[in-house]
């Protein structure tokens, strides 16, 4: 079968095999972007899924609002606490960290939530949050700290970028262990993500395990700008 993939690793790729059998299902996309270009949820939006999407640029934000009306688009960080924060926007890359923003001088302040006020305010009762993707440039663990109560806020799948911003060096050993400590497992890696599956649905593994073989087998289609790089 053919597949286009939006994502810059196939990361939708990935979480399709390892939700395909979640019809309608529903996302947190934290670090959003653009709602198409090197998007991570544009494939699921496609297929009926809907979620937030969490963007504190504000064009970023209005573009999301405009061609995602079926999501919920906020156009706020994620920290460990409710505050403002300082964000440094290179254009093809924000981060809250000045070690990382090089020589830019872009910056804004933004306002900032954490992932349980988001959680806890704006999915509709009781539901299940199938994948949580954290996209934000070496704020990672900020935003993990920012879940107050692991057992209300348990998605399915977190699918965490885990190299340091603009390279291939890894640093999930800066944040994995808050994942681990709340029963999360590695179960997947490709490129510069890693994917944690909750250990209560350790079923999802075996999805994880027939990836390869699913991009193997079907023809996939990268609709992004840049050519995929796995090395």
Known sequence: MRFESYAQFLEDLVLYCALKDV???????VGASDPTQLSVTKFFYDRGWHGINIEPLPDKC??????????????????NERGKLEIFNAGVMSTFLPEFAGQCKNKLQVNVLTLSEVCEKYPP?????????VDVEGYERQVLEGIKDWNKFRPWIF????????????CH?????????NDYVCAF??????YYVDAERKYLLSNFANINQFIAQNEIVQMVMQPLKLS
Do not use: S
């Open 189 to 194: 890696q490709l490129a510069i993500n890693r």
């Open 62 to 79: 209005a573009l999301l609002a405009e061609k995602r009306p079926r999501d919920i688009n906020l156009c706020v960080g994620l920290g």
């Open 125 to 133: 009762p009781n539901q299940e949050i199938h994948f949580c993707k």
């Open 159 to 170: 699918a965490m970028e885990a190299t340091l911003p603009g390279t291939d060096i890894p």
């Open 173 to 181: 050993d800066k944040w994995e262990d808050i994942l681990l400590a």
């Open 23 to 29: 019809d309608k299902g529903f996302y947190i996309d």
